[in-house]
């Protein structure tokens, strides 16, 4: 009975916390100056969110087949010394294997929150508003700028990966004319041996 009690009083200070933030946004920035953004909704819809999401999964399926791998090389080491010389060896590149990864996920998280949030501000800004809060935190009032932040999320996301293909096209045909320009040289002197003979 405490436990609900608790959990209600807690649900209730939350939501008076809320309302207290929006009067006193209301207050700060006139009315209408206060939009509100379904987070979790922007967050689900980024192109760059899932396309780390599916690095990710791919990240963990190396890693268990490289487990998997490793523990096949345990088992194949003809003493238990050399077993547990090797096991405290594959530990210690497993450390070292997820603390690189959890580094590379955070930085790319952190580089896509950046993102979105610098979309957030533009949106809000073109609109003439001047705080931005999570539809989660508002019981009532704000301009809901979701649809319009996925859009141009989306459109920004669009832009850098057509970049992104642009760029490895112009890597590869850099890398196919400095092919043919190494192979050139080496063609040329064989035909001119053959007008001299």
């Known amino acids: 009975m405490k436990k609900e009690i608790n959990k209600n009083y807690v649900a209730i200070c939350a939501a008076v916390v809320a309302v207290i933030a929006l009067v006193m946004c209301c207050m700060c920035c006139g009315k209408g100056k206060v939009a509100t953004i379904n987070a979790q ?114 459109e920004a996301e669009n832009s850098a990966a057509k970049e992104a293909k642009e760029e490895v096209k112009e890597e590869a045909a850099e890398t196919e004319a400095a092919e043919n320009a190494a192979e050139k040289p080496a063609a040329e002197p064989a035909k001119e041996e053959t007008k001299a003979e």
């Open 41 to 154: 909704m922007v967050v689900s819809r980024s192109l760059a969110i899932r396309d780390l999401q599916h690095e990710q999964q791919v990240q963990y399926e190396e890693l268990q087949k490289w487990l998997q791998e490793s523990d096949r090389a345990i088992k194949k080491q003809p003493t238990e010394a050399k077993k547990k010389e090797l096991m405290m060896k594959l530990q210690a590149e497993l450390q070292q294997k997820q603390i690189v990864m959890q580094q590379e996920y955070a930085a790319k998280t952190q580089k896509i929150e950046e993102e979105i949030v610098a979309v957030v501000e533009k949106v809000a800004h073109k609109k003439g508003l001047k705080v931005v809060m999570d539809k989660n935190s508002v019981i009532a009032g704000g301009v809901d700028i979701t649809e319009e932040v996925i859009a141009k999320l989306e």
